[in-house]
């Protein structure tokens, strides 16, 4: 029997920020740290969803290098034989996948996807590409050709892991057993320890969540930002005139938010954390605390990064990129025959 497979992707349009770090990196990062005797952990890079939304093409292949160094600078192990690094674009399965699955996917469940109604809100009307739309559908071909049981992604992302198991129960029921059903994504919380999906909020504006696609870049902490712009970000902060410090999303989402990065870059629990400061009527002490934090978290990140060893990355994205060639085409090979196109 071959592992269980936990899978995530990152893509690589711009530097990722604390958010895709705390949401998506840090889980996989600790499983191919603990996990990967018992399970088959894949992180790659989805270069064909970098372009749903507008980019500059030129920098594609630099934004796919930094992604790819900063996984290594976050604890991700090349030298591990059960853990792989890949680019979507170079396993052609993905892009064919996708094309049969989308003949089992309806315009009406796609048109129902959050992240497709918010996306093409910020775009005009001519600008919505179709790839946008199909967005999920790709995501759905990433993680079924590989059986994977486990998907951590932040909480924006749950809707789409529930498309990606329906799309596989509607073909499971029509075909018989082709594809791994992945967990439902309570499940995977509880996998992953958490009681639900992490969102980290906008410094700016703390009820939206921190976006890399947000227009302005002043409430959104970049793992590559300079120290003093951490500092100043979370100093800045938006928070409330309560003058009164208590956890609640709803009424201090600022304050809520704020505890909720000090919990987590400190590896400290949230009630920890809620402990310390509840009841005291400044904000100041409390933001100087977080600003500290965050800035010596980022200041050991890049020293991290920079000791990061490009030639090492190569070498393990031709063996892994190799390797999922043939785990993609095998699956992919199951799909093509049970659809017709194969005997
Ligand atoms: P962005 O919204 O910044 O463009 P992506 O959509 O590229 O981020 O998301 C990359 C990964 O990071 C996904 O798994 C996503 O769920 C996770 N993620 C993104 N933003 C956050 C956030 N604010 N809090 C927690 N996880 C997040
Ligand atoms: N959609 C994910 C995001 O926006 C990236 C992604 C693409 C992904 N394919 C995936 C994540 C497969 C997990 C599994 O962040």
Known sequence: MSKPVILTGLRANNDLHIGNYLGAL?????MANTKSDEYQINLFIPDLHSFTTPIDHGSLQDGIMNNLKLYVAAGFPLDNPNVHIYRQ??????????????CFTGMGEMSRMTQFKDKSLSLGEDRISVGLFNYPVLMAADILLYGASYVPVGEDQSQHIEFTRDVAERINSQFGDIFVIPKPVNEQHEFFGKDQGLRIKDLVDPTKKMSKSSDSSKGIIFLNDDIGSVKDKIISSTTDSMNLISYSKETQPGIANLIDLLALISGKSIEEIKSKYNGQTQYGPFKNDVAEAMSSFIEEFQAKLLGVDESAIMEKLTTSEKQMNEIANSTLLKVQKAVGLRK
Do not use: N
């Open 26 to 30: 840090l889980p996989i990062v600790d």
């Open 89 to 102: 674009s170079y396993i052609p399965a993905h892009s064919e996948l996708t094309w049969i699955l989308d």
